[in-house]
Each structure stands twice: as structure tokens, then as C-alpha cells.
């Protein structure tokens, strides 16, 4: 922790999911020039990439490379969504750290500074966390605050309320996600599911700066789907246990139905059918899910996630260099500068 504690950045990768912010752009680039640019000392890349746009983003940003050659630009070849661009940013990106950023305006540049300060401190995962949801409308707060609700009971990984895609990123943070090969990415439970200490910072959302949200209430829904089937069994294993009570009650209902018959007591005619319904149903419930614990299982399998992420390695000087130069020689160089 000493050694991560002395670090200083010299490079910094800014990752830009871009789908129709030709407007936007312009003045995002001079903002972060702006912030970056009272970084001399730092060494910056602008990492764009265009998601298949159907405005003019391409060509804005075609014009910024020709004045910046830290700008670098990405294009696909269609629309393949947030979570791509971010994957292929962060693949791109060469930085001693990254950050990714909307392309809106909606993230405020101004805050990479006290992310970067964050990061000086050891901290290997900076979040900029929403200090409210204002801005959005009110079905879809109500919605994004259900969705950390259910997530937050029965998902694997915390994802902080408010936490967007605003984070800085250290080295081996990003070696570690983009060694991850599964395909259906949900960064925000992939940030949490890796470790690595972690830190959020508030900041107020800003109003988009042009355009409309792409995201509508059916892309939200799927986006929610994904991060629950990612993080979570509990959708598969809630069948076994309604099956099980559906068991349980029709047996002991059963039971009840048995005793009153014996007693003389008068039993209606359709009770025995609904019982046995029921018993039957509860039964079917139970056999899915010990199918569904099988897929769930291939499921975990396919993913191939690693079995563990590694954040520091303490002796392994040669190995460590290997697979991770820029943060080794980091720590041999600024040990003595910044150490107290
Ligand atoms: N975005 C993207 N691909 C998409 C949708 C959005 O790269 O299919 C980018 C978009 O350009 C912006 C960021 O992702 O930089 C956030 O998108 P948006 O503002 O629409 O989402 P919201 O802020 O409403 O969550
Ligand atoms: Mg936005």
C-alpha cells in the first residue's frame, strides 16, 4: 500500500461513449482541455468512441484530431451500444489511469482533479456518484430506484444508488476488466465483482448539453435485466421455493381435507382437484428449477470469469514487472519523491 500510496500518474486516458453528441462535443473537448491542460506535467489522450452515429459526431471529431493528436478516434461500424464503446475505450486506452466520461456534458469534467487526488491517495476505483436524480424524469428515477433496490437484495456485488459510468480507473483496474471475456457486459457489477479499493465522490448530474437521452424505457428494462442475470441466481432459484411452499400448503391442506372427511365434517367437491393441483403445480416448479440450477451453473461456467483478481503483487518483483509494468515502475520511481 506504500508503494500505490507514492504514486503520481503520467499519462491519463479519457474514454468517450459518443452516439449523436455532434453538439456536445465541441465544448466537451474544450472543457477537458481546460482541466487538462492545468496538468502539463500530465501526458493525455482523448479516446472517442463513436458508436455508430447518425449525426455529424464523426466528422466533429475527425475535426478535432486534426488540431489534437491526443485525440483518437474509434468509429463502429453500427450502433452497438454504451457498454461496447466503453469495453473498446477501455481496450484502447494506455493510460497510467482512465476515465471514463459521458459525452453529454452531464459528467462535469471539472471533477478529474479531486478523482485524480483520490486515486494519489491509493485508491484504485474513483466513482463519481449523483448527488440527486433531478434531472431525470420522473418515471425513469422511480424506475432506476427500483432497479438498486432489487438489485441491491438480491445481487452479488453492491452498486452504489447514483453510481453512473463517471469513474477513474487505475491501470489494474483496467487490465483486470478487459481480461474479463464475457460478452455480456454489465461494467457498473463488473467494476464492483473486481475489488480493488474503491471510493466514491458526489457531484451534481448536469442537464444534457444537446439532444435527448438514447436510452428509452425498454432499453433501460433490458439494461436492468442484464445486470440482475449477470449478478444473480436468485431469479432461478425463486421457482424451487415457490415450488416447495406450493408442496408444502397443498400437503398440508391435504391433510386438513383428510381429517375433516374422517370426522364427518363436510368437504367440498372441488377441494381435493384444487389440492391436488396445487401439489402437482408445486412439483413441476421444483423440477424447473433443478434444471435451472444446472443452466445457472453452465451459465457461471461460460462467463469463464477468473477465479480470483489480483490488485498487488509483494515479491514477485520479475512477474509483477511482467504483467504490469507501468504500475511496478511506477512504484520504484516515485517511492522516494512523495512518500511521507
Ligand atoms: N451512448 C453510447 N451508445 C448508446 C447510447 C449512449 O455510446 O447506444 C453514450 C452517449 O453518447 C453518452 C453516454 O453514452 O455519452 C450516456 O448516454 P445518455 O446520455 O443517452 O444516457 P443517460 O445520461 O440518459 O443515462
Ligand atoms: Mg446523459
Partial sequence: ??????????????????????????????????????????????????????????????????????????????????EAAMAAGLQAASGDVAVLIDADLQHPPELIPAMLETWRNGIQIVTAVRRSRDTDSWIRR?????????????????????????????????????????RNRFLKGLMSWVGFSQETIAFDV?????????????????????????????????WGMIGILAV????????????????????????????????LSGLVLMGVAAVGEYVGRVFIEVRQRPLFVVADRVGFSESAAQHNPVQDNDAVVHLGETAA
Avoid at 7 to 23: G, K, L, T, W
Avoid at 44 to 72: A, I, K, Q
Avoid at 252 to 267: I, K, N, R, T
Wanted: proline residues 5%; glycine residues 6%; charged residues 25%.
Fill in 1 to 82: 500500500m506504500l508503494a500505490l500510496s507514492a504514486r503520481r500518474a503520467r499519462s491519463i486516458s479519457i474514454v468517450i461513449p459518443v452516439y449523436n453528441e455532434a453538439q456536445s462535443l465541441p465544448q466537451l473537448y474544450r472543457r477537458l482541455e481546460q482541466v487538462l491542460g492545468e496538468m502539463p506535467e500530465l501526458k493525455r489522450e482523448y479516446l472517442f468512441v463513436d458508436d455508430g452515429s447518425r449525426d455529424d459526431s464523426f466528422t466533429v471529431l475527425v475535426g478535432l484530431r486534426m488540431c489534437d493528436p491526443n485525440v483518437r478516434i474509434l468509429r463502429f461500424a453500427r450502433n452497438f451500444g454504451k
Fill in 142 to 182: 422511480t424506475w432506476s430506484r427500483m432497479f438498486y433496490k432489487v438489485t441491491d437484495a438480491i445481487c452479488d456485488v453492491a452498486i452504489p444508488d447514483g453510481a453512473g459510468d463517471f469513474r477513474l480507473l487505475d491501470r489494474a483496474v483496467v487490465d483486470a476488466i478487459n481480461a474479463l471475456p464475457e
Fill in 206 to 238: 448536469a442537464p444534457r448539453h444537446a439532444g435527448v437521452s438514447a436510452f428509452s424505457f425498454v432499453k433501460l428494462t433490458r439494461y436492468a435485466l442484464d445486470g440482475i442475470v449477470s449478478f444473480s441466481m436468485v431469479p432461478i432459484r425463486m
Fill in 248 to 279: 408444502a400448503l397443498s400437503a398440508l391442506a391435504g391433510l386438513f381435507m383428510l381429517g375433516e372427511d374422517l370426522d364427518g365434517g363436510s368437504v367440498p367437491d372441488y377441494a381435493p382437484v384444487m389440492i391436488w393441483m396445487t401439489f
